[in-house]
């Protein structure tokens, strides 16, 4: 079945550390992974993503690696601030038909999340 | 600008009533999504729809429902509520292929509360 499994629920860190947070998914088809970020009270919002034709991808402190064999990506967050204090979700895309239009589209399967605390 | 919106962002109600959460976006997005997050649990799909008179269910889609009439919007209908429908409700769009454009966007939340 379709299952993102995402590690660890939580996780703290000093200002300045890095921050890794791994997930694993199921479907094999699975072409499409997104990091979102929640604050507090607020919406889930894109952060970084990567596709399955790339291993690696970067934006400035945050960086996503991906591994198609094992069905694992990971988040890493380096030199962390007090404004990473959030929740991160994993996601993978899976392929579904488009119901009765018969096209096809894509869904998330997001991960449970990881409660990221920053201490100062 | 171009935006996402729901309503209402918070909801009391008792057992049994019929709720409605509404999810209006401006993009012209083909995609639209019902998320409900729940501690413990993530962001689980209750309903989505990939155009016009087209609906799907989710992972979590008994006891609700949903209808698609213009490109706009995507209701949400709880058609008799129950204690474990309290959560908070994401409505989300996306352009006609997450492959193509990398982003799901949200709405701000509906807090619904289930006496």
């Known amino acids: 079945g379709e299952n993102v499994e995402q590690h660890p629920s939580t996780l703290s860190v000093q200002e300045g550390d890095s921050a890794v947070i791994k997930c694993t998914y199921s479907?094999?088809?699975?072409?499409?992974f997104p990091w979102y970020k929640q604050e507090l009270g607020k919406r889930p919002q894109l952060i970084i993503d990567?596709?399955?034709?790339?291993g690696e991808k970067k934006d400035q402190r945050i960086a996503v690696t991906l591994n198609k064999t094992a069905k694992h990506f990971s988040l890493h967050i380096t030199e962390t601030q007090p404004e990473d204090s959030a929740v991160y979700f994993c996601?993978?895309?899976?392929?579904?038909?488009?119901?009765?239009?018969?096209?096809?589209?894509?869904?998330?399967?997001f991960g449970a999340g990881t409660i990221l605390r920053v201490k100062s | 600008d171009a935006e996402i919106t729901q309503s209402p962002r918070h909801k009391i109600t008792e057992t049994g009533r019929q709720v409605t959460l509404a999810c209006h976006q401006t993009?012209?997005?083909?995609?639209m999504f019902w998320y409900r997050q729940d501690l413990g649990h993530g962001l689980r799909l209750i309903h989505y729809?990939?155009?016009?008179?087209?609906?799907n269910k989710g992972e979590v889609s008994d006891g609700y429902s949903v209808s698609r009439s213009n490109t706009e919007d995507l209701p949400l209908t709880l058609e008799s509520a129950a204690s474990s429908q309290t959560s908070v409700y994401f409505c989300?769009?996306?352009?006609?292929?997450?492959?193509?454009?990398?982003?799901?966007?949200f709405g701000e939340g509906s807090r619904l509360t289930v006496l």
């Open positions: 729809s990939y155009g016009v008179h087209d609906t």
């Open positions: 990567i596709r399955s034709n790339v």
């Open positions: 993009w012209n997005h083909n995609n």
């Open positions: 996601a993978a895309s899976i392929r579904v038909g488009g119901g009765s239009r018969m096209e096809y589209g894509n869904k998330l399967v």
């Open positions: 479907d094999s088809a699975s072409n499409y």
């Open positions: 989300a769009s996306s352009e006609k292929s997450l492959a193509n454009t990398g982003e799901l966007f």
